[in-house]
């Protein structure tokens, strides 16, 4: 079965750091570019960031502002989030999401997401 | 950044009905948008690619048009798993965005 899980997320004060993780298992991992996709709470989807097949390139988006980083481990099947100066505005349900071959970010396989707190 | 709006907010609908779902780009996106499918607790589902071609294991009640600026999600017959929320989104440019959704919900 093919399948995306997170974990890693928590509560964390403003101005910390967290690393999100997304384990991926039945299919080549390698083989797909991958990304970060945010839900905060009762709000719509929101793009974080993608990452390519081999890691070699990354991008983000503007509300990122150089505060996370997006990188994979491909023999491990696994993908990572450090995520950095964390604000309040950074609560939310995180995503893990495979692009769909053929396309530059359609996303075919989701993970349930990692839910990640900002609170003092 | 590319701006998607998609109207209605939402959409009150009986079973059976047909539903029309829009989507507007700020700038033309070409073929790159997709449609996703959000029911509460759940992580969204891939409806459409490219616009218009139907993700593995999705009904042919669901069909996408549109190219450009303008494009449109039609639910042929709902029934009473459609009732969702859904979202298009482009990859047309590095920045990706959604649109805000639209809520299809049961009158």
């Known amino acids: 079965e093919v399948q995306l899980v997170e974990s890693g997320g928590g509560v964390v004060r403003p101005g910390g750091s967290l690393r999100v993780s997304c384990a991926a298992s039945?299919?080549?991992?390698?083989?797909?570019?991958m990304s970060w996709v945010r839900q905060a709470p009762g709000k719509g989807l929101e793009w974080v960031c993608g990452i390519n097949r081999d890691g070699s390139s990354t991008n983000y988006a503007d509300f990122v502002k150089g505060r996370f980083t997006v990188y994979r481990d491909n023999a491990k099947s696994s993908l990572y989030l450090q995520m950095n100066s964390l604000t309040a505005e950074d609560t939310a349900l995180y995503h893990c999401?495979?692009?769909?071959?053929?396309?530059?970010?359609?996303?075919?396989?989701w993970g349930q997401g990692t839910t990640v707190t900002v609170s003092s | 950044e590319i701006v998607l709006t998609q109207s209605p907010g939402t959409l009150s609908l009986s079973p059976g009905e047909r539903a029309i779902l829009s989507c507007r780009a700020s700038q033309s996106v070409s073929s790159h948008l997709a449609w996703y499918q959000q029911k509460a607790g759940q992580a969204p589902r891939l409806l459409i690619s490219g616009a218009s071609n139907r993700a593995t294991g999705i009904p042919d009640r669901f069909t996408g048009s549109g190219y450009g600026t303008d494009f449109t999600l039609t639910i042929t017959r709902l029934e009473p798993e459609d009732f969702a929320v859904y979202y298009c989104q482009q990859d047309d440019r590095l920045h990706r965005t959604f649109g805000q959704g639209t809520k299809v919900e049961i009158k």
């Open positions: 039945g299919f080549t991992f390698e083989d797909h570019g």
């Open positions: 999401a495979r692009v769909l071959r053929g396309t530059e970010a359609t996303w075919d396989v």
